[in-house]
């Protein structure tokens, strides 16, 4: 009987050298990495440096609240609000006309130019687009929301693209044999099957989009950035930390949001 047990098992499955010599690869670039660049992580916990981050966070304690000053932070809160909604819906709009040829429906010529401004769309960061914006359309909530749009729209262009490309043909296949029209077959047969992904990833760029507007405040982009600036610049640490409360508010109250929109449309 134990003869048979021992023949029913699976055999074992032969080392996976290509695994470990990866492994290893990983491992030897973060050992020079660390080497390479001098780090040295005693600096970090030392007693000297913990001294100096404990003296600088209780500079921030306790946190600025009165009446006239959550009411400017509630404003900026929805300055930020805006600034990344807008940008994002701008975003979604304009990198869903990039997903289609550079998905590959209009040929090979139109894909490679559709990903090529995609590449560059996301490829400059989001400050260095508020520079240009700035200087474009002035200071303000504005270029942020220009800043925001633009780099938005690389990423979720190439994101939409890639599922386009996964989505099963067979459907959109039908519906063109059965006589439909190539913008009928796409609305009823491949865009309800990207919808919901492409959903996730719009919202997950909002929730980036919030941080990322009250960064963009900092070169004038408006909202709580800008008020961050302003108060870490002249040493007003209390001020300040009303300011990142109201950071932390808005993105957990927009996650909490979108987890909802999530789960109610199955994204």
Partial sequence: MNGNVAKALPPQPAPCWRCRAVLLAVLAAIVASFVWLGLDLSALVSAESMGHMGRFIAEFFPPELSPDFLTRTAHGALQTLAVSALGTVLAMAAG??????????????????????????????????AALMVLAAGIGPFAGALALSLHTTG?????????????????????????AGRIAAFGYASLPLVAPQWLAYSLYRWEMNIRMAAVLG??????????????????????????????????AGVDGASGWVRRRWGA
């Fill in 96 to 129: 869903a006309m990039l997903a289609l040829p550079g998905s590959g429906r209009a040929g090979w010529p139109l894909q490679k130019a559709a990903r090529f401004v995609l590449n560059l769309l996301r490829s400059v960061p989001e400050l260095v687009w």
């Fill in 155 to 179: 990423v979720l262009g190439r994101l939409f693209a890639e599922a386009l490309e996964n989505a099963p043909p067979a459907p959109e296949r039908a519906l063109r044999e059965a006589g």
């Fill in 218 to 251: 900092f070169v004038g982009g408006g909202g709580l950035g800008q008020m961050l600036y302003f108060h870490l610049s002249i040493f007003q640490q209390a001020q300040s930390m009303t300011v990142l409360l109201g950071m932390f508010a808005l993105v």
